[in-house]
């Protein structure tokens, strides 16, 4: 049933780094790709989206990279912080709103 | 406007016994989505309501069930437990038609 897979499983970047995690899926129904980030002991907290109409977005330092032909998008995480230490799930999800998840990366900020 | 709030936050039972778990969604919201997750197959949709009605479903038994009451709050049932069946149990919510999802806190059910 996985639809969208996520690399890598964990990444560790230095403070100041770029974290980059990767997303690929296969049905090119999707038209809403959210990243999510998740703190131990917490649910997933929506971090930025984006439609297909777009090929970038940036929020703060964070952006979506979209590239609807290769049916890839990227997290891109400027400046990382070791707050920024969490579990981040990329998704995508269709009109009816079955949303089907990556299988997450640990990202891991060492001061 | 308040969170998604989830009841109870823990939960152990055994083998064989049932249970339901709550979930009340933010102010306005009337789509409710549930989820499982575990370490081994991570975020899987369990089911969405809206409006009182079930909307969408996703790939697990009939053990699993759920409803949706007139004031958008949901409930999940899960009969007849099995070990496999410890996890987190997500609940979000959304305000309708957008697809953006709002997710609780979940429920940690822990099966003995």
């Known amino acids: 049933q996985q639809q969208v897979k996520q690399s890598p499983q964990s990444l560790i970047v230095q403070k100041g780094g770029i974290s980059i995690i990767n997303c690929a899926y296969e049905?090119?129904?999707?038209?809403?790709f959210p990243w999510y980030q998740q703190f131990p002991g917490k649910g997933p907290a929506l971090l930025i989206a984006?439609?297909?109409?777009?090929s970038e977005k940036k929020e703060g330092r964070f952006t979506i990279s979209f590239n609807k032909s290769a049916k890839q998008f990227s997290l891109h995480i400027m400046d990382s912080q070791p707050g920024d230490s969490a579990t981040y799930f990329c998704?995508?999800?269709?009109?009816?709103?079955?949303?089907?998840f990556g299988a997450g990366t640990r990202l891991t900020v060492k001061p | 406007k308040a969170g998604v709030t989830q009841t109870p936050r823990y939960l152990i039972k055994t083998r064989g016994q049932q249970v339901t778990l709550s979930c009340s969604p933010i102010?306005?919201?009337?789509?409710v989505s549930w989820y499982q997750q575990t370490p081994g197959q991570g975020l899987q949709f369990l089911f969405e309501y809206f409006s009182e009605t079930q909307r969408n479903k996703g790939n697990f038994p009939g053990r699993f069930s759920g409803r949706q009451f007139s004031n958008s709050r949901s409930e999940m049932n899960v009969s007849t437990l099995e070990l496999g069946d410890s996890a987190l149990y997500l609940c979000a919510s959304q305000p309708g038609q957008h697809n953006e999802q709002f997710f609780g806190p979940g429920t940690r059910l822990t099966v003995l």
């Open positions: 049905n090119t129904a999707f038209d809403y």
């Open positions: 102010s306005g919201h009337r789509s």
């Open positions: 984006i439609r297909p109409d777009v």
């Open positions: 998704a995508a999800s269709w009109g009816n709103n079955d949303m089907r």
